[in-house]
Nanobody, 121 residues
């Protein structure tokens, strides 16, 4: 069993930056592909970014590519999402996810509880 806990959300003005963290307990995250998803108000949850176990390969949604960076520190059992040049449309609850497959899927094994990110215009 893996427990994921996100932190770092908050209110920021458009153009600003935030860094989300996802810490884990129960198991080492090095055994999992890790990802970030988000759910904007009134919409379905969507993929944001993912990083493979060794941290070399990453992938991003087109809407965040070039602005967001996903990284991981397996020694600290933590995954990060650096978000720059934030836009109001980035407003959402952001979720961390862990997938035992080699690649992040849309049905990962574990989810965090989510952290709210609000971007004001």
């Amino acid at each position: 069993q893996v427990q994921l806990v996100e932190s770092g959300g908050g209110l920021v003005q458009a153009g600003g930056s935030l860094r989300l963290s996802c810490g884990a307990s129960g198991r080492t995250l090095s055994s999992y592909a890790m990802g970030w998803f988000r759910q904007p108000p009134g919409k379905e949850r969507e993929f944001v970014a993912a990083i493979r176990r060794a941290g070399v390969s990453t992938s991003y949604a087109a809407s965040v590519k070039g602005r967001f960076t996903v990284s991981r520190d397996n020694a600290k059992n933590t995954v990060y999402l650096q978000m720059n040049n934030l836009k109001p449309e980035d407003t959402a609850v952001y979720y961390c996810a862990a997938d035992s497959s080699l690649l992040m899927s849309t049905t990962p094994d574990y989810w965090g509880q989510g952290t709210q990110v609000t971007v004001s215009s």
